[in-house]
Nanobody
Framework: QVQLVESGGGLVQAGGSLRLSCAAS????????MGWYRQAPGKQRELIGT???????KYVDSMKGRFTISRDNAKKTMYLQVNSLKPEDTAVYYC?????????WGQGTQVTVSS
């Protein structure tokens, strides 16, 4: 069974930075495109960006600049670096990955930004 586990969330002051991780485990033969999403209270889940197995990244226009996605294929882990955090970045951050041809979601990690 494949699992995606996010970590690295927490409470941070506005202006600070965080690095989130998404680690894949289980019976894995192939990890394709991976992506980061977030869902703020009362809002729909939104895409931040994606990264291919060859580390080609794409970001939603509104997320360009402060968000950086990377991955370490040997560790089966994807990262999200977020800088200059704002209170409106408060959300549950989720990772999604194509593993063995199927789409999988992590359980999410809470990020809370205080002003």
């Amino acid at each position: 069974q494949v699992q995606l586990v996010e970590s690295g969330g927490g409470l941070v002051q506005a202006g600070g930075s965080l690095r989130l991780s998404c680690a894949a485990s289980g019976s894995i033969f192939n990890i394709g495109v991976m992506g980061w999403y977030r869902q703020a209270p009362g809002k729909q889940r939104e895409l931040i960006g994606t990264i291919t197995s060859g580390s080609i990244t794409k970001y939603v226009d509104s997320m360009k600049g402060r968000f950086t996605i990377s991955r370490d294929n040997a560790k089966k882990t994807m990262y999200l670096q977020v800088n200059s955090l704002k209170p409106e970045d408060t959300a549950v951050y989720y990772c999604r990955a194509s593993v063995n041809g199927d789409s999988h979601w992590g359980q999410g990690t809470q990020v809370t930004v205080s002003s």
